[in-house]
């Protein structure tokens, strides 16, 4: 932040009782310096910016940040919350909005404060009143529009986010939310078109894609939904949101290779039964060792449809497919811990390689 | 150094006004930022000095030049200087609570004490002007300000306070305050008083600046300004005004 420190101590015996309420300016001891301390905070918070309060035995130190030349209170405020110190934020953007009810950049940044407080009622009230002076402010639709969905105005919301889009029809963040929230009551293929626009302009926007992805997913669209579940995995290789990506993908892998079968159902049980045979005698730990490894890998994606594709492992020599790791790691996995879904389900070819390798035995 | 236009401009008023050359240069040795010392004794020239490295020297040294085109835009009978004779300096020593002091001290605190009150109460025209009058100057006039503001508010240290006299700090305290007052409003920014209200003064700060509505804002009235800060500051009598001495 564009700020510089300043800090003032001051004589706590000199502090003047009278700036207390009446009944708190006979308080002694701990009683007395929590009521200075509540008192002055109080004071910088109402005028203009809070401060870091400190009273000690027979002193007090005031600490704020004051802002450089030519900083608006409402920049000094939009800094603090961009900062992360919410309360400090809002407080200060309050008071440019008190000496000035007419800063819709203050009225604007102190909505989508106060929602993300969660104080949603105040935060629509406050974003309707500058709507009524500002309807032209997209952004405003859009904050207003966060607030009502989290009310659970659905209606009020979708024209909230219609009228974002007519004022500005590249608006990103607002075809995101149209269509997270048309997917949510179930009209899929208005929100398709809505998440493809969020993708479109909002194009590293991890949770757009998310939002595509089960979108495309939900809708039969698995084909297109790979790819955009491979975005989020890029995008947010180590977060949540790479791992919802991960299952996804895996899930539509286990339903195109269930809805294949035949050849390629086949070649698994293959692969399951030439893992059962290597895993035979082995001690679980190195088991264990080999399904990690695979799980890893997994992780960032195993191509389940090209066997041209090959992968390796440092805990077991040779070259693998996609699918014949799956297997591997399916195998691995019912010998270490079977109670795990692994989101996959081999358990027909597993059963059936285990028959074999009983009548291999045999 | 090349001065800004603006401030040449306000050298070639106090020129005009005063009849006499404006010499600005560097002091290494001064102790403030800035000083100045108008042409009188038969000074060929007003000396504004200020020290090298300052930051907002053009605004130090206009603030400096106000103060004369003030006092040259009085009528010559009206120019005043705020002086003290020796009665009217123990006096303020008295008052100040400084009559226990080394008198070396005491006469350095009353002599410091009497440039505040003339330098706050007209300096605070004088910003006033240069901030709706000048507003070339203004980033670096808030810049300077805020360093102000700053130095100030480190008086307030209990360690600081203790080391003078109660009465002595009280004044300038008094001072700085409603000096906290008239910038918490004109930089939009109420926390500069927080501290001085806190210990108490917030009374006394607006006394003071009551008197810069009361009296007119004209520089012939100036000395009256002064003299009604003194009221309110107890120091009544510890100086006077004496024409401006003659060249």
């Known amino acids: 932040m564009s700020e510089t420190p300043q800090e003032v101590h001051l004589s706590l015996a ?64 939009i800094d603090y919350l961009k900062a992360g110190e919410t309360e400090k934020g809002i407080a200060t953007i309050k008071e440019a909005l008190k000496r000035d009810p007419a800063d819709h950049k203050a009225a604007f940044n102190l909505g989508m404060a106060l929602t993300e407080q969660g104080q949603y009622q105040q935060s629509m009230e406050l974003l309707e009143r500058l709507l009524t002076e500002h309807p032209g402010h997209a952004q405003s639709w859009v904050a207003l529009s966060v607030a009502q969905a989290k009310l659970n105005l659905y209606d009020a919301c979708v024209r909230s986010l219609q009228q974002a889009l007519s004022l500005d029809p590249k608006d990103g963040h607002a075809h995101k939310n149209l269509g997270a929230l048309l997917a949510s009551i179930g009209k899929l293929p208005d929100a398709l078109v809505h998440m493809e626009l969020a993708v479109t302009f909002l194009p590293g926007d991890v949770q757009a894609w998310l939002n595509y992805a089960k979108a495309l997913e939900e809708s039969g669209q698995s084909a297109r939904a790979d790819p955009a579940y491979q975005k989020v995995q890029n995008l947010d290789a180590t ?60 992780s960032r994606g195993l191509d389940l449809n090209n066997p041209s594709v090959q992968y390796q492992l440092e805990s077991m020599p040779g070259k693998f497919s996609g699918l014949q790791l799956l297997c591997i790691q399916y195998v691995g996995f019912q010998i270490i811990q079977p109670s795990l879904d692994l989101g996959f389900d081999l358990s027909e070819e597993y059963q059936v390689a285990l028959g074999l390798l009983g009548r291999c035995k045999d | 150094m090349s001065l800004h236009a603006a401030t040449q401009q306000l050298i070639r008023q106090v020129e005009e006004l005063s009849g006499k ?227």
């Not at chain 1, 000199?14 to 009521?35: I, K, T, V």
């Not at chain 1, 309060?53 to 130190?61: A, F, K």
């Not at chain 2, 080391?163 to 305050?177: C, E, G, I, Y």
């Open chain 2, 21 to 247: 050359p404006v010499h600005v240069s560097e002091d290494p040795g001064l102790p403030t930022m800035a000083k100045m010392m108008p042409a009188r004794r038969g000074a060929p020239a007003h000396f504004v000095s200020y020290r090298p490295g300052t930051q907002s020297v053009d605004y130090l040294v206009a603030y400096q030049l106000t103060f004369l085109i003030r006092l040259y835009s009085c009528p010559e009978a009206d120019r005043k200087e705020v002086t003290a004779l020796a009665i009217e300096q123990q006096r303020g020593i008295g008052e100040m609570g400084l009559a226990e002091a080394p008198p070396d001290f005491a006469d350095m605190m009353f002599s410091r004490i009497i440039t505040q009150l003339r330098s706050y109460s007209v300096g605070m025209r004088v910003d006033q002007w240069l901030w709706n009058q000048v507003p070339e100057l203004r980033q670096q006039q808030e810049h300077s300000v805020r360093a102000q503001l700053k130095e100030n508010a480190q008086a307030l240290t209990p360690e600081i306070r203790r080391q003078f006299p109660k009465r002595l700090v009280d004044t300038n305290t008094a001072m700085n305050a409603a000096y906290a007052y008239v910038w918490s409003v004109l930089l939009d920014d109420s926390r500069f008083a927080i501290p001085y209200k806190a210990l108490g003064y917030e009374s006394k700060a607006n006394a003071l600046l009551a008197t810069l509505r009361e009296v007119p804002d004209a520089p012939l009235h100036d000395s009256t300004l002064i003299q009604r800060w003194a009221d309110l500051l107890g120091l009544v009598g510890c100086f006077h005004f004496s024409p401006l001495s003659p060249e």
């Open chain 1, 239 to 298: 977060g949540n949101a790479g791992k919802i990506a991960e299952e996804g993908r895996t899930r539509i892998a286990a339903q195109q290779f269930h809805q294949q079968g035949g050849t390629k159902r086949a070649i698994a049980v293959e692969y399951c039964l030439s893992a059962l045979q290597k895993f035979e005698g082995m001690p679980k730990p190195e088991v264990q060792k080999i399904a990690f490894e695979i799980a890893m890998l997994g």
């Open chain 1, 14 to 77: 000199e502090f003047d009782r009278e700036q207390l309420p009446l009944e708190q300016r006979a308080f002694e001891g701990d009683e007395f310096r929590d009521a200075v301390r509540e008192h002055l905070a109080q004071q910088f918070a109402t005028e203009g910016g809070a401060a870091e309060v400190i009273v000690t035995g027979d002193r007090i130190i005031i600490r704020w940040m004051d802002a450089k030349e030519g900083q608006t209170l409402t920049t000094i405020g």
